[in-house]
């Protein structure tokens, strides 16, 4: 082999022997690419802007959507890039031992982000190309535009795609490198140790996320109650949205790693097969990476909003076209309806609905995602632990039965605290609709659909992944 | 009635693409209760093979493996964890504590299984640990201490449940030669108490504590030694191993 060619080789090689784990995160690359590709797309089609009355709106709202989406899925994907590394340290470790110096392992990493970077863009700008008419269309069925017209690609959503995403995954490969940097050989190959002592400060920062979350909760009734503050809606929901996820943070971090101890003191209730394993297993999880949990509970509370706030606007369409005209008004701020043109209204509303859709989508990608790559990870961790226990006399349905709890408890959680914050956030999604003139019990309507579709598609992630952990756990 | 008898026992690996390795053939042999016994023999002859079998954890291609009499192949595969669990100890060469647990629980892991008390389990553990020397580490996590310390709560681990056979596998495999040695000393100590103790390894120094000494070369038991009161075992367990290098045997 020619020594110019071993990098670009090799890189080739770990994504192929990695292919497990790197499959999901480029599906999930190429996914957001084509959603990031289609939105940015139709907002700068030029033909939209002249064939369809108020367009203007109809621009604006993509326009808003086109900066936001990368701000939810650019971390994201760093998340799961970084997820991937932690997994790969021993394998790093050993190119060193193997005699091969940084530089080239980091040209190696350089190599692996450019393929990742190149195939998902091919497959996501493909899947978007491709399918620009049928998004086009359901644009336009959304906003009840009968115009005959299709959008085409537009080259400068190209260059916006490519160079958003050229920017994402530079900042995967930062990472890579930063953590190949920061770690002497012998640390890659040395089990990592560190952060499974509690964490310092563990009274006071359960304490901290209580009082966060509480006023996060309190924030929203507040707005709900005060009619004043009306005109502040949407900074007040970011405000609440804020203080709960902090709180978010310091609940799953400290205050589990307390509650679990708290169980771990009573003797009786510890030192029983299932509990004795379960407690001391969270406990190890939450130390390692108490943070992980308290993402996708963040995670599945997005989603689950995007998808409330999808369905009223679907909900409530039909409900405020009755009132146009009529001098009706929910709020100090609501739209006004006797000077609105309700072909406006439908492109307002169809365009929200397709925008939430969208949303929803890469939301719920990421939720299901980050879930399945820690129980992945988590399974490997544990696998070794189960063919201990296996040897001690634990029998295979003793492990079976283990083996579901720990799942059943990792996924409920999140799913439990994500529907606590749904409580509290529907109250400002009240006044939030109060706005469109859309009624509460729309709101309601919309959120009990929400709550049921998620739960769905949570339950088939769950069983999805509980199957893959337990694979890997028994095989 | 020996508390082992394993007679004729055999062991064939077949591999992807048809391949077949014959690990153990022909193995005969019995350990009356409370004898110290050491299986010898170099890397691949088949020693944890061998343990395996006698530990219940994989099946014989043919031969039988009896424990106080009972046929091992014919227990229920639901039955077998807890006659595992009630009856054999084991120590590994990778000492296998896990993690999650710090040493104490770890060494009371196989009485939580079993569903003792509470009370019980304490009453167990701190005269154990009082002999093993590790009192002090029972609330330390496994990577908070030393390989020989490590080792010994392993060893505390397999003699808690008061298994009727101690299993051990290349234990002082991964030890430096002190702790090793203290190792050795415990595992002599319950010798003397009437621990019925089987141990394959390959080194020296570790099967010349052992009252009687087999060697395996190639999958066969073909030699056996045993130590009397006042001569110097190391050297004949050295030439033993001496010997069968030059075939000999
Ligand atoms: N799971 C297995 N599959 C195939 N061959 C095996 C397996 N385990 C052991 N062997 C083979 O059986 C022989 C004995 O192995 P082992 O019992 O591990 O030896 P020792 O413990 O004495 O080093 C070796 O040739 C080894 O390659
Ligand atoms: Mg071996």
Redesign the interface.
Known sequence: MRRKLLCPWLAFQNLRNNRRDYLPFLGAASLIICLFFTVCNLSESRGFARSIPGSGTLHGLMSVATLLLPVVCAPFLWYINSFLMKRRKKELGLYGVLGLEQRHVGTVLFFETLYSFLFSLAAGLGAGILLTGLSGKLLLGLAGITADYTPSVTPVALLYTLGLFGVIFLGCLAGNLVHLSLAAPTDLLR?D?SG?RDPRFGVLGSILGLLLLGGGYAVAIWAYCEPMLALLVVPVFFLASLLAALGTYGVFIFGSIYVLKALRGN??FY???QN?VTV??M??RMRKNGAGLANICLFSTMTLVTLCCTLTVAFGQGEVMTLVGTDYRAGAVSLDLAHIAPEELTVFFGTLAFLGIFFGAAFLLCTVLVMYYKQITEGHQDR??F????????????VRSTVRRQVTLVFSLPLLGALLHLCFAVPVLIRLFDILCVSSRTVLLGTGCAVLVFAGLYLGAYLTTAKAYYKIVVK | MSLLEVRGLEKVYSIRGGNRTAALQGVSFAVEEGEFVAIMGESGSGKSTLLNLLASLDRPTAGEVLLAGKDLAKIPGRRLSAFRRDHLGFVFQDCSLLDTFSLGDNILLPLVLAKLPFSEMGSRLLPLAEELGITKLLNKYPWEVSGGQKQRAAAARALITRPSLLLADEPTGALDSRSAGELLDIFQAENREGQTIVMVTHSVQAACRAGRVLFLQDGQLVRELRSHPGEDFYRRVADGLAALGKGVA
């Open positions: 089990e140790h499974e003797k009786d030192y029983r097969p004795f001391s297993g406990l190890h070794d632990g063919v201990v226990m296996r040897r001690v006399g634990m029998g295979v349905g003793m």
